[in-house]
């Protein structure tokens, strides 16, 4: 089934925002026929929908601020806000890329982390028809690191207030059902934030100064436009349950930085790795989790080919 009215929360955030970008080079196959309307009805969430690219997909993207591709403001701890756009736009998908996904945050105030990872998707599941495909991201630290890989059915053992919070919402889906929960890691692309790792290399080098990553931990590196378009094809097709979509290789934060310096030819990069417990986190976090999945055939392109390949584009500002 084509997803042809997307609901995409949290437009405004790393993924989000590549999720409204995939969703516009998304080919819908329709029936001969009218297109599909834009909207029936002129009301205000129809007119903020944005209609890109295929012409019988509507693309709403809404978050709690309205703010780059997030064009409606929807607050996910507001039921009336969401039941107003539900019943306006009358979504038959959603993918939620809304979270408070702050680790060490959700460690120390983990009252917050209830209400911003699980009541939210709460709220939204409950204004839903069944009928209606969600999406969701989740985290490789539901996993406590320490077997050699794991793939969808492994069992999960998350050592953090936020992973813990993840995977609640994981099993409030499965058990509802009629969707696809993609878990990821080390997320990276363009961000008009600069909160993703990779910013954290660019500064470095512009500025000299030593960049300070934990020892140890190690994840793997996930392009935000590719994590999107799987993302996005998984749930247009039947697909259900959990899909891990990952970068193809596992690495500590300290052989990211070096690949990323390296694949976007950033001079003058100086890495101090230190013990995790001087590198001012606070939520404790698996040491290493290699995701695989025995449930799609979505590979990830090769990491240092695609940082120069797409260096300019990472490298330019979003605004
Ligand atoms: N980034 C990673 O490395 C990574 C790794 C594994 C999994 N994930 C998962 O991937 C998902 C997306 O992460 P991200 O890095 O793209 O997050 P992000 O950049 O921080 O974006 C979060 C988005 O959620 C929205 N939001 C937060 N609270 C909301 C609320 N109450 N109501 C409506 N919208 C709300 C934010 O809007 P406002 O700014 O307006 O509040 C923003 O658009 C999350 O579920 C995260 O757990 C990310």
């Given at each position: ?12 955030g790393?993924v ?6 995939a969703?516009?080079s ?11 309307p ?16 295929a012409?019988?997909r ?14 409606k ?76 890989e ?7 053992h ?14 409030l ?51 935000a ?9 998984l ?9 891990h ?25 100086e890495?101090?790795?230190v013990?995790w ?22 590979h ?8 120069s ?11």
């Open positions: 089934m084509t997803i042809s009215r997307l609901l995409v929360v949290g437009a405004s790393l989000g925002s590549e999720v409204m970008r969703a516009s998304v080919e819908l196959k329709l029936p001969t026929g009218p297109r599909v834009f909207s029936s009805s002129p009301s205000s969430v129809a007119e903020s929908a944005m209609l890109i690219g012409p019988a509507v693309t709403l993207g809404v978050a709690r601020n309205v703010s780059g591709f997030a064009t403001a929807m607050d996910l701890l507001d039921p009336r806000a969401i039941n107003a756009v539900v019943t306006e736009f009358k979504p038959d998908g959603v993918i939620i890329a809304s979270a408070w996904p702050h680790v060490d945050g959700c460690e120390q105030d983990p009252a917050r982390s209830s209400r911003e990872n699980v009541q939210t998707v709460k709220n939204l599941i409950a204004a839903l028809a069944d009928s209606v495909r969600v999406g969701f991201f989740s985290t490789e630290h539901v996993f406590d690191g320490k077997q050699a794991y793939d969808e059915r492994s069992k999960t998350p050592l953090s207030v936020y992973a813990k919070h993840k995977r609640d919402v994981e099993e889906l499965l058990t509802r059902g009629n969707a696809m929960v993609a878990r990821t890691s080390y997320v990276f692309g363009a961000e008009a934030k600069r909160k993703n790792f990779m910013y954290r290399v660019i500064d470095a080098s512009e500025k000299k100064t030593a960049l300070k990553v934990p020892t140890a931990q190690a994840g793997m590196p996930t392009w436009v590719w994590l999107a378009k799987s993302a996005l094809q749930l247009d097709s039947d697909f259900e349950g959990i899909a979509l990952t970068g193809p290789q596992v690495l500590t934060k300290g052989e990211w930085a070096r690949v990323l310096a390296k694949g976007l030819a950033l001079p003058d990069v890495i101090t790795e013990p417990q001087e590198s001012g986190q606070i939520a404790p976090r698996p040491e290493r989790v290699r995701l695989i999945s025995t449930k799609h055939d979505l990830h392109p090769p990491l240092l080919e695609l940082l390949q797409e260096r300019e584009a990472l490298l330019t500002k979003v605004v």
